[in-house]
Each structure stands twice: as C-alpha cells, then as structure tokens.
C-alpha cells in the first residue's frame, strides 16, 4: 500500500467509507485532468489536496484576466508571468503538497496524442470546454475500460456524469448525435458563474474518489443536474441507456479517435481567441523571442512566447507551432497573424 502522512489526512481517514485502506488507494492513485480552465482548476484543487499521488495536467491555453473569477488555480500574477495553464497550476499545486507528482502537459488533445496523453492513468477527469476533447477522452475510455468524469457547467448550471466504461452510460450513450460548434450557448454567449464550476469541480472529485477507493457502488452512473440560481438539484437515471449501450461502449466504434467527424473549432471558449495549429511544427522560440522584441513586448520562457503583435492582438506561441491569437474572433484574421508573425 502506498505511504501517506498520516496526521495530515487524519479528517479524511477518520471519514468511515474511506478509512487507511481508502487513503493509501489515493495515494497509489494516478489521475489525469484534461483543462486546466474553471472545472480542471476546481478537481485538480480538491484531488491534490485529497492527497492523489500523481497528477497530469494537460492544457493549450494561457491565463488571462478574464479567467480569473472561476479558475481558482490562478491569479494575477499567473497573468503577468504569461506561463501556461498547466505550468502555474503545477506550480501551485506543488505549494499545497511537496509530496506530490504533477505532470504538465502544454498541449491541446487531439485524436493524434489522445491515447498518448492518457496513458499510465487509473482515471480521467474532464476539464474540457468542448465536444472533440470529451469523446476523445470518452473514446480512449471506453477502450481501455478506464473510468472518467464528464463535467460541464454554463450560466448558473452544472453536469456532471461519472462513467465506468461496460457498466454505465458512456458520454456517447448520453449524447449520441453531438450538436455542430456555435449552436450551442458557451461561457462567451451564456456567460458562467464562478459558483457553477466550483461546484462542478467538486462534485467531479468526489465522484473520482469513489471511483479511485472503489466505492462504486456509490457511484451509480447518475447524472447529475444543478442549477444554482434557482436551487434546482437533481439525477437522472441512465440505467435503460446502460443497459442498450453504444455504438462506442458497445460494439467499440472510435469514430473521432479515427479521425471520422468534422473539423475541430478553433475559437477558443470563454475568450476572444482563436487557435491555430501549426502546420510546420516544432519552432525555435528564443529565435522567434528575439524576432517579436522588435515588433512589440514580448514574453518568453520554455514553453511559449507570448507577444504585442499589433493594437488589442496578443499572440502566444508554443513550443510544438501550435498559437493563440487572442483579440480576434476570426479564424481567417488569426491565421493572418500566425502567417505574418511565426511564417508558419
Ligand atoms: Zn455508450
């Protein structure tokens, strides 16, 4: 059994359904957060200081001010610095707990790196803003018969949905036609309270902890559906899903790890942003550091190059030629700038 401290978790030993044995199984615990943004910040928060052992944090974006009332992991500093998500949550996190292994990943999931990513994991939490990421993660899952919590929060409303592949629901059993991006409200049209994905975020974590202990009995694959602003808490029992399956739980169908559904978004939710990813991959960023000094403030470090590129453009590069332009919402403009200012 793993080793932990136990005077520092005796409130959560002393807690019966987890007892010793239950924290040595989070300690031993191995769990990846996909987003880094206001869910990710929330269940990375509560399974470090749970005492999870080992937590990989992958994420493609950078802080900004914006961010900051619903990302508890950050603060204006993080902005200031112009370090990746993933970066300054590890660093926060390594603050609560020097115990602690976190792993940061400065990447965007793709159907390309999935299976990568999520390799070596007991579990995966969903911190994602979007559709491809979660049946990405849904589908690398299913496959390896790993358990995984989907959360969403928007407005004042939260999701969240614990899934053990071949035993409950799957995402795809509850979503089985995903809706094209732009028709559905996100954190920019329909704005979000910081509140929602605390709570999100929370619920995410005791539903892994469950999960991690084996308390699964206590997690009955139920969706659960909150509304904040008017104090609406309520499950919904997927079972009749569970029982038919999918075509993804089922019957093993990746259709977006094979590459088999429409283009990605590149607008970024929650921000005038747009990614571009690089076509010409990896890039020296000290060489394209010196080049933007002449151009505008530049900020650099191992992972990104962040720049004042033009009047309200701010654009980050990182290491592997994937950028973000932030200030524009134009995906024609965005790659405009990456052209003009990268050559990628
Ligand atoms: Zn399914």
Redesign the pocket.
Same mark, same amino acid.
């Given at each position: 059994m793993a080793a932990y401290d136990s005077d520092r978790f005796s409130r959560q030993t002393r807690f019966a359904p987890l007892g010793s044995e239950g924290q040595a199984k989070i300690a031993a615990a191995r769990v990846a957060i996909v987003g880094c943004g206001a869910l990710g910040s929330a269940s990375a928060l509560a399974l470090a200081r749970a005492g999870v052992g080992f937590l990989r944090l992958i994420d493609r974006d950078v802080p900004e001010l914006s961010n900051l009332p619903r990302q508890v992991l950050f603060d204006e500093a993080d902005v200031a610095a112009g370090l990746p998500k993933a970066v300054a949550a590890a660093a926060h996190l390594a603050r609560i707990d020097t115990t602690l292994t976190v792993e940061p990943v400065c990447a965007d999931l793709t159907a390309d790196n999935a299976s990568t990513l999520l390799r070596g994991v007991d579990l995966v939490v969903d911190g994602t803003d979007n559709f491809e990421a979660r049946f990405l993660i849904n589908e690398v899952c299913c496959r390896e018969e790993m358990p995984w919590v989907h959360g969403g929060a928007i407005g004042a409303e939260g999701r969240v949905l614990a899934i053990r592949p071949g035993v409950t629901? !799957?995402l795809?059993?509850l979503v089985p036609d995903p809706p094209p991006p732009g028709t559905l409200p996100t954190c920019d049209t329909a704005g979000i309270i910081g509140p929602a994905a605390l709570v999100v975020g929370a619920v995410q974590a005791a539903e892994a902890l469950k999960m991690l202990v084996g308390a699964t009995d206590r997690s009955s694959g139920r969706l659960l559906v909150c509304d904040l602003w008017d104090n609406i808490w309520r499950t919904v029992d997927l079972s009749l899903l569970a029982a038919t399956?999918?075509p993804? !739980?089922?019957d093993g169908d990746y259709p977006w790890l094979e590459g088999r559904t429409a283009a990605r978004p590149t607008v970024l939710c929650g921000r005038d942003a747009v990614q571009v990813s690089s076509a010409g991959g990896a890039v020296d960023l000290a060489r394209l550091a010196e080049r933007l000094a002449t151009v505008g403030h530049v900020v650099a470090n191992p992972w990104m190059v962040k720049a004042d590129v033009e009047a309200g453009i701010q654009l980050s590069v990182f290491a592997d030629g994937r950028a973000i332009v932030a200030g524009t919402r134009e995906e024609s403009r965005a790659r405009a700038i990456v052209a003009r200012y990268v050559g990628a």
């Open positions: 629901a !799957c795809r059993c399956g999918c993804t !739980c089922r």
